[in-house]
Nanobody
Framework: QVQLVESGGGSVQAGGSLRLSCAVF????????MAWFRQAPGKEREGVAR???????RYADFVEGRFTASFDNAKNTLYLEMNSLKPEDTAIYYC????????????????????WGRGTQVTVSS
């Protein structure tokens, strides 16, 4: 059983930065594909960044180079460094994992992920 625990959310002003963390517990020796999603009030959950089982990172178009995802093998933790934050980035950010079944075409389909964290709130004020 895989458990994901997010942390690092908070409130910042526009233009500020935050770093989110997603610690992975209970993982087997198998590599996981992982992703960051977000959900704003009244909106659908959308993909933000994706790390494949080969540690290749991909980003949603709206990221526009502002966010960087990384993975620390020693800590078994996925990070999302967010810079130049905008009010429209306000959302609950979720970490998700899959055992390698997600493809590039489905990487931002939340229905393809089997494991989810509880989320961490990010609020960006103007």
């Amino acid at each position: 059983q895989v458990q994901l625990v997010e942390s690092g959310g908070g409130s910042v002003q526009a233009g500020g930065s935050l770093r989110l963390s997603c610690a992975v517990f209970g993982n087997t020796n198998d590599r996981l594909g992982m992703a960051w999603f977000r959900q704003a009030p009244g909106k659908e959950r959308e993909g933000v960044a994706r790390m494949s089982v080969f540690r290749v990172m991909r980003y949603a178009d709206f990221v526009e180079g502002r966010f960087t995802a990384s993975f620390d093998n020693a800590k078994n933790t996925l990070y999302l460094e967010m810079n130049s934050l905008k009010p429209e980035d306000t959302a609950i950010y979720y970490c998700a994992a899959d055992p390698g079944l997600v493809t590039t075409a489905t990487m931002f389909d939340p229905n393809k992920y089997g494991y989810w964290g509880r989320g961490t709130q990010v609020t960006v004020s103007s």
